[in-house]
């Protein structure tokens, strides 16, 4: 109905009764039935001579590399969380497309432009910090509510198991001497997660979060003088109240969970959460995930148990962990109206005259809309600043090895400091004192098509790279290549510095004269020509959204 001819849809989430106030497509006989599926349905009703491809999945899954990306016109992202947004963001960086970033929370929303070299993208700005409203020793010593578990489980317990560990060290940063012994138990818990694929590791952990731990605060006398002391658990003394832990737990989401039944799904859970984490290095907490909810709500169910705080359902403890801001339909339809005319303007050339929206309704205000200017890259951004290589090869025999000699070879285009580690996002595949990775192959260190790499130089004033994963066709007797990335769409002038097997393409000064030709609106390149006349691509990123439908309601 805008003009899209071409529309790729996804999403993973199913269609719940809660989600039919505000997503218009949906009815209730839709409830269960995967979101992206109705909504291309509904679509294909209203204007049939558009093309609309729904994806039920993840959009951070592997198959969805830099090149599948590269395949569209423009992005646009309606997503409900950080992790994601950051994924989208960097993929659109590397493909070098334009992505449209949206968010509404209750009353307020706001959209902008992302163009890699051209704008700001979402990392350039560092993002505020959660508020905790909880002071820091209540959730890790005292905890008096369930509120204060759930914080636990999910911000401390989990983040430091399966996700990104610097995000809480804010948990072990104290002077005070009683501190330096809680600091000592996270230390030795850090330890303990290196030990991941041990097949002990739920019983290690299990006595040392909610055995040990509580046995160094039980040490701590001063807090406990007013009030009630908490009880150690160890996982073997509950071994036998609770005879089999390999089948699955059956519970009601709603009822109100007993310890045994908590100790079987904190064991089922953890199960299944560490063979995911063997695949993906980081996974981030979403309450929807219900493994991660699972461990979440289980844990603080635990550790609610030892401080005799009065358990609850998992569905309450969703509630408490997602943080809920009610949706809004009309801020929903009001972003996602402005979200398409943005695309149509960038799609059309016109990316000069797209500016970031901000809606605020409510009070005296005059106005519900204000206009900013997109504001120019900033030069310290590590991610839109960074080189883009495109990396395929035989990921099977290609060993790490031959890896990093490729990037020391060609470390002048590649990689701009000689000594330099190689992470997949928070793992350190190689760096100058850890070579032990060095014989194994690519693919036995879980990297293969999808996976993002990163170069960071040693020296901290240097600019970092991307290694993009990508499956090739048709290059099956090609060892190793790399190149950097979105050339495919540009007549640069690139030439191979390495042919044959080897290949490195370069040339960015021609594409950043392209792009900052297109920012002044001077002259269209011959590159946005081709996208506004030839057949558009638009890629709808709805990935575990709760606002989905309305993008799809614009006329
Ligand atoms: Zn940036």
Request: glycine letters at 4%; proline letters at 4%.
């Amino acid at each position: 109905m805008s003009g899209f001819s071409n529309i790729t849809l996804i999403d993973l989430d199913t269609i719940e009764l809660s989600n039919l106030n505000r997503q218009f497509l949906f009815k209730k006989k839709h409830i269960g039935l995967p979101k992206a599926q109705v909504a291309a349905q509904a679509i294909h009703h209203m204007s049939s001579s558009s093309c609309i491809t729904p994806i039920v999945d993840n959009i951070k899954a592997s198959q969805f590399d830099a090149l599948w990306f590269e395949t569209f016109d423009i992005a646009i992202n309606a997503l409900d969380n950080l992790d994601a947004r950051r994924h989208v963001n960097l993929m659109c960086q590397a493909a070098k497309i334009p992505l449209i970033e949206t968010g509404t929370a209750g009353y307020v929303g706001q959209t902008t432009v992302i163009q890699n070299n051209l704008t700001e993208c979402f990392e350039c700005q560092p993002k505020p910090v959660e508020q905790k409203t909880f002071p820091v020793c209540t959730i890790r010593n005292t905890p008096s509510s369930m509120i204060h578990c759930v914080v636990w489980a999910k911000d401390y317990l989990f983040s430091q198991i399966f996700g990104d560990k610097s995000e809480n060290s804010q948990y072990l940063d104290s002077d005070d001497p009683d501190d330096s012994k809680m600091i000592k138990e996270a230390e030795n818990l850090s330890k303990l997660i290196e030990s991941i694929t041990d097949p002990n590791f739920q019983n290690l952990l299990f006595d040392s979060v909610f055995g040990y731990s509580i046995q160094v605060l039980l040490e701590l006398d001063k807090l406990w003088e007013s009030r009630q002391k908490p009880t150690c658990l160890y996982f073997d003394s509950f071994l036998q109240s609770v005879p089999s832990t390999t089948s699955t737990p059956t519970f009601d989401l709603k009822q109100i969970l007993d310890i045994n039944t908590c100790f079987q799904i904190w064991c089922s859970s953890l199960k299944a959460l560490v063979s995911r984490s063997q695949i993906t290095s980081l996974i981030s907490f979403d309450k929807d995930d219900s493994d991660a909810l699972q461990f979440v709500a289980s844990s603080a169910n635990i550790r609610a148990h030892i401080f005799g705080i009065p358990n609850e359902s998992i569905f309450q403890i969703k509630a408490m962990a997602g943080n809920i801001i009610p949706a809004i339909a009309t801020t929903n339809a009001i972003i996602a109206g402005i979200a398409v005319m943005q695309a149509i303007k960038v799609v059309s050339g016109n990316i000069a005259n797209c500016k970031t929206v901000y809606y605020t309704y409510g009070g005296n205000r005059p106005q519900y809309l204000y206009k900013e200017p997109l504001l120019k890259p900033n030069p310290d951004c590590s991610i839109c600043q960074a080189k883009y290589f495109l990396l395929s090869a035989d990921f099977s025999t290609v060993k790490l090895q031959d890896l990093v000699s490729f990037i020391q070879t060609y470390q002048h285009n590649i990689c701009s400091d000689e000594y330099f580690s190689l992470l997949e996002g928070n793992r350190i595949l190689y760096d100058p004192d850890f070579q032990d990775n060095l014989p194994k192959t690519l693919e036995s260190l879980n990297v293969f098509p999808g996976t993002i790499l990163s170069i960071t130089p040693e020296d901290d004033h240097q600019k970092g790279s991307f290694l993009c994963a990508v499956k090739r066709n048709g290059n099956v007797d090609q060892s190793l290549s790399i190149e950097l990335s979105g050339n495919s769409k540009l007549d640069t002038g690139s030439k191979n510095l390495v042919p044959q097997k080897r290949k490195i393409e370069t040339s960015p000064d021609a594409v950043e004269s392209k792009k900052a030709e297109s920012l002044n609106g001077t002259t269209s390149s011959t590159d946005q020509q081709t996208k506004s006349s030839g057949n558009k691509q638009l890629l709808i990123d709805l990935d575990s959204n709760e606002q989905n439908t309305v993008y799809l309601d614009d006329d």
